[in-house]
T-cell receptor, first 116, second 108 residues
């Protein structure tokens, strides 16, 4: 069974460019969560999605950031006009049910974004 | 919103020694998850606790949730280099909210 797959593992963008991060959840999982980890800091929740729906985006910055989880294909976290402060590790997690329930969230290995 | 505080923030332990990491919540915990993160990698699920007073063990790691369900501890017995990493506690609601993390270093 493949785990949560994130790509790319490393992404370098210049200021002002767009970054697109992809996440394929585990097979059978319909709930996807995105987290950001700044250097030497903890994991901060960004957004929670189900297929074609954003359930909770309370952790998303109001501008430049967007996320989607289409009916077909991976979940995408999109950052427009990146700035140096966006440099971080972005982790995706998936679960078969909301809130983890009695099933934990399964995490990918993350995408490390560096903005130069 | 629920806040989780972990202590200590970092820990350096000699190989073979025991250690404990604590996680305190500002609200009652309805599900407490422990994860481990190695540098440059994702999070590995360790254990989940739901009931007050619950205790679970896996190999040399034991996690407990207190009766009031506001504190959890993670105890490692006879630590090994493979235990090194960042340990994170997470509180379950619709999403998983994480504590600040404890960085564990094992020295020979």
């Amino acid at each position: 069974n493949a785990g949560v797959m994130q790509n790319p593992r490393h992404l370098v963008r210049r200021r002002g460019q767009e970054a697109r991060l992809r996440c394929s959840p585990m097979k059978g999982h319909s709930h996807v969560y995105w987290y950001r980890q700044l250097p030497e800091e903890g994991l901060k929740f960004m957004v929670y999605l189900q297929k074609e729906n954003i359930i909770d985006e309370s952790g998303m910055p109001k501008e430049r950031f967007s996320a989607e989880f289409p009916k077909e294909g991976p979940s995408i976290l999109r950052i427009q006009q990146v700035v140096r402060g966006d440099s971080a590790a972005y982790f995706c997690a998936s679960s078969p049910r909301t809130g983890g329930g009695d099933s934990p969230l399964h995490f990918g290995n993350g995408t490390r974004l560096t903005v130069t | 919103s629920q806040e989780l505080e972990q202590s200590p923030q970092s820990l350096i332990v000699q190989e073979g020694k025991n250690l404990t990491i604590n996680c305190t919540s500002s609200k009652t915990l309805y599900g407490l998850y422990w994860y481990k993160q190695k540098y440059g990698e994702g999070l590995i699920f360790l254990m989940m606790l739901q009931k007050g007073g619950e205790e679970k063990s896996h190999e040399k790691i034991t996690a407990k949730l207190d009766e009031k369900k506001q504190q959890s501890s993670l105890h490692i017995t006879a630590s090994q280099p493979s235990h090194a990493g960042i340990y994170l506690c997470g509180a379950r609601n619709e999403k998983l909210t994480f504590g600040t993390g404890t960085r564990l270093t094992i020295i020979p």
